[in-house]
């Protein structure tokens, strides 16, 4: 009882997150860069930054990632997850909240010196928690496209159902069917058709419709709808 | 560059859950307890206490439940969300991480003076962003409802398929009808029968057969085996 009480570093961490074509195929990519000091010198990191004396954690991700990208590209951030091990930075006791942003797969943002988009299924060695806190994003991200619209952020304005599917196989990392997708986001009202059509690929063919998410705000799925009597 | 990097004070925080019995039908409760000193003497507040200088903050929010109840009650517990606005707390600057536990309809822990079970629907004024920090469990609790087992946190390890509707009706705050949860949880490989029945009740009747969760550990339904191609 009484005594001091301990006080922490406390860090903004973003992880951000973006579908793109690889010689591989479509895949999710996670912007990082080369560390320049130590700890951790030359191993790759996730954007961060000291929390300010006056500020909310969340305008701390803000402020740190606008220096880095056009945060316009940025369609939807949201807090993750906070990182507390003792040990988890060797230089001194930092405790550290990371967002996750997603980033529509058309956006090509300006990028600083020594930052890279890193394909998530091969990354290189990752400083202090890093490869964790990516993979505890990713994790978040499938289960949000499952019980809410949150693939709007990943997805531009208006898109071709196989541009969708696409964007949809590189995030959850499986194969996906154009017409079952077509169907379910149709049945949830996420979905809706749009007047225009795509300029015809370089294979010709029909030209393809092109489709817009009816909202670009996170909603949650109303998942209960079924479990009510049906009196 | 260089200057002194600011050190915050680091709390940690519950919001305990479970379904009780009121007058008015089953409901969701939080734990809560009175406060005694300022700021906000006299208030309702969540469990909470600073983060030792070699803690994680997990092993923080465990400390200070297994101080108030028996920890084995608690069924389910995860990181919530962690709280950062500058004046959150008007005698010092005070960021506070919240954890969500889950405790089943059937346990009645041992409670500590001036601690009690408040309804979430008629909470009184809380302390800090505490009533804030309610809602968010609640949601999460709610979403993870529709798309993991979670509610075996919720129910006893053996109940009828009409105590299973009560504690979904109290966790959600809606009816829910027998038939659609039986068809869903048996559906997704969550419920299976036991052997056993439950005793009749004073009304007699047919024994009601008693079901249990297949898994007490979290489990995501997969969600996408539905957009795979049939092929």
């Known amino acids: 009882m009484g005594g001091e009480v301990a006080r922490y570093r406390h860090e903004a961490l973003a992880v951000i997150l973006q579908v793109r074509d690889y010689s591989f195929g479509p895949a999710l990519a996670v912007l990082a860069w080369r560390r320049r000091r130590p700890p951790f ?6 954007p961060s930054g000291p929390v300010g004396p006056s500020e909310a954690i969340g305008a701390s991700v803000r402020r740190l ?5 056009d945060l316009g590209e940025i369609a939807h951030l949201e807090q993750l997850r ?3 091990a003792p040990d988890r930075d060797p230089s001194q006791r930092t405790i550290a909240t990371a967002y996750l942003g997603l980033v529509p797969a058309t956006s090509r943002p300006d990028l600083p010196d020594h930052a890279e988009w890193l394909p998530i299924d091969r990354l290189p060695t990752m400083a202090f928690d890093h490869a964790y806190v990516v993979d505890e994003g ?10 809410t ?3 709007f952020a990943l997805a531009p ?11 949809y196989a590189g995030a959850l990392d499986q194969d996906v069917a154009v017409t079952n997708l077509q169907r379910i986001l149709l049945r949830r009202g996420q979905l809706a058709p749009t007047e225009g059509y795509a300029e015809p690929g370089e294979h010709g063919g029909r030209p393809a419709r092109l ?18 009597p049906s009196r």
């Open 41 to 46: 010198a030359g191993d790759w990191a996730l």
């Open 65 to 69: 990632l606008a220096a880095k990208v």
């Open 82 to 84: 906070t990182l507390s």
């Open 138 to 147: 990713v994790a978040r991200m499938r289960a949000k496209l499952s019980y």
């Open 149 to 151: 619209n949150i693939a």
């Open 157 to 167: 304005e208006e898109f071709t159902l196989a541009e969708l599917r696409d964007i």
């Open 211 to 228: 489709y817009r998410f009816t909202t670009r705000e996170l909603e949650i799925t109303d998942p209960f709808a079924v479990l009510r």
